[in-house]
């Protein structure tokens, strides 16, 4: 006797692609509204200082940087142009290394001469290079040298920078070297230590209020500052 074979009606599955994909734009979307909103909310107030927050745009930009570190909730000047001055003259005193010109024709005797005179260059430079590090220099803040990394500024212990409080005097340093800067030519870069975010809000406000452009980012707490061959960029914000 046979058995009677049932039919199986499989109903059909439902296709959700159609459905994920609208979803996957539609937060997509939704991210890129709340990043443009972040970036150019600018009114929006700290309730505890009734200040306005501005939003940092990033922009690259022309003018001279001039340094300040933010730390133990202060303001202190780094002098970077001074330190560059001393440097430039230390290394005047030093023996000069000149170097030498490519022959522009193949020449077995005029090339192995040339060759000789430019490991004599590469020897100078690395001697140089040594003599360098002999840099030492004093300014207001900082005890100043030169190692492999540049110049190097470590902060003084026996003189400390200007509180929030400070800032707001009339006679207050920071105040005097931003008479002595042109807000067309120059800007503000300040590196900030985690503890000392009061200090810096202050040193900025009173830098925008002056028209002055200024940058910024963040240092750990017991990172050294240091400037190599090629600068150190903090764009405006």
Known sequence: ?????????????????????????????????????????????????????????????NKMPHFFEVRDNTVIYLDKQEVEERLNKFDAGLPPCTQPRKP?????????????QLKAYQ??????SKLLRGFRTTTTYYQVFFDSTGLVFQPRSDIAGESPEELTQATSEFRNILKQLNSGTDYLAFLVRADSFEAFREAREIAWQE?????????????????????RSIGVQ
């Open 1 to 61: 006797m046979r058995r009677r074979q049932y039919r199986k009606h499989n109903a059909p599955s439902q296709n959700l692609d159609s459905f994920l994909d609208i979803l996957t734009n539609t937060v997509g979307v939704l991210m890129f509204i709340g990043l443009f909103v972040s970036l150019f909310t600018f009114n929006i107030k700290n309730v505890k200082t009734e200040r306005v927050i501005r939003t940092p745009l990033v922009s690259e930009s």
């Open 104 to 116: 522009s024709s193949f020449d077995s005797v005029i090339y192995n001469s040339y060759i000789v």
């Open 123 to 128: 020897v100078c430079l690395n001697n140089k």
């Open 211 to 231: 028209n002055f452009g200024v940058g910024w980012e963040p240092m750990n707490g017991n990172a050294v500052i240091s400037f190599g061959s090629g600068g």
